[in-house]
Nanobody, 121 residues
Framework: VHLLESGGGSVQSGGSLRLSCVAS????????LGWFRQAPGKGREGVAA???????LYAPSVQSRFTISLDHARNTLYLQMDKLKVEDTAMYYC????????????????WGQGTQVTVSS
């Protein structure tokens, strides 16, 4: 499985960004894709995840601000991030797992290289 993220950047607090992750190399129609983030000096934390049939899960810290979606035609995972906060600043990674939907880091076996999101006050 190969994952390639894009869409990161710098934005002011309250702003929006949309991250993309192109996924390829699957040998099954049933999978889970997730977004994780890692701030300097901290561990990698799950942000949002979605299964291939559309079941989604969000971390409480981003619920109602972030939206995860999956475009099967483009093999692309998205993360729409609205009302961004300074504490959302981190490197964001796309990861691949198996169903059911999960935000547990050990459940993910494949990762992209990440895209940086910086939110300033």
């Amino acid at each position: 499985v190969h994952l390639l993220e894009s869409g990161g950047g710098s934005v002011q607090s309250g702003g929006s960004l949309r991250l993309s992750c192109v996924a390829s190399g699957y040998t099954t129609d049933f999978y889970t894709l997730g977004w994780f983030r890692q701030a300097p000096g901290k561990g990698r934390e799950g942000v949002a995840a979605i299964t291939s049939d559309g079941g989604a899960l969000y971390a409480p810290s981003v619920q109602s601000r972030f939206t995860i979606s999956l475009d099967h035609a483009r093999n692309t995972l998205y993360l729409q991030m609205d009302k961004l906060k300074v504490e959302d600043t981190a490197m964001y990674y796309c990861g691949s797992s198996n169903p059911p939907v999960t935000l547990r880091y050990p459940d993910y076996g494949y990762w992209g290289q990440g895209t940086q999101v910086t939110v300033s006050s």
